[in-house]
């Protein structure tokens, strides 16, 4: 499991990638920290070699959960959708 705060009006903004070459089942939790979350989009991205090439799946709308079957190497989480004005948000990244 991982914890990291996004800045949700910075596209683009992404942790760490994390280790799941022995997990197939990812879920990522968004939950409020500061601002609003009306607008703000976050992706997971998947990677199948390490953390060279990276693919975005789908994303979560706000605040919510999401959870996907891969098959990667490593995985990790960014904004692809501002919120337009200040907002952060936790996404805890539980992968099994």
């Not at 703000?40 to 789908?58: K, N």
């Not at 996907?68 to 539980?94: C, D, I, N, P, Q």
Request: glycine share 8%; hydrophobic share 40%.
């Amino acid at each position: 499991m991982a914890i990291v705060t996004l800045d949700t009006n910075l596209l683009n903004d992404s942790s760490g990638q994390m280790d799941v070459s022995t997990d197939t089942i990812i879920s990522i939790y968004i939950v409020h920290e500061t601002g609003s979350h009306h607008n703000h989009r976050v992706a997971l991205d998947v990677s199948p070699d390490g953390g060279t090439t990276w693919i975005t799946e789908a994303s979560v709308l706000g605040v919510g959960c999401k959870t996907f079957t891969v098959a990667a190497s490593s995985v990790r989480v960014k904004t692809v959708e501002v919120e337009g004005s200040a907002s952060e948000v936790k996404v805890h990244m539980l992968a099994r």
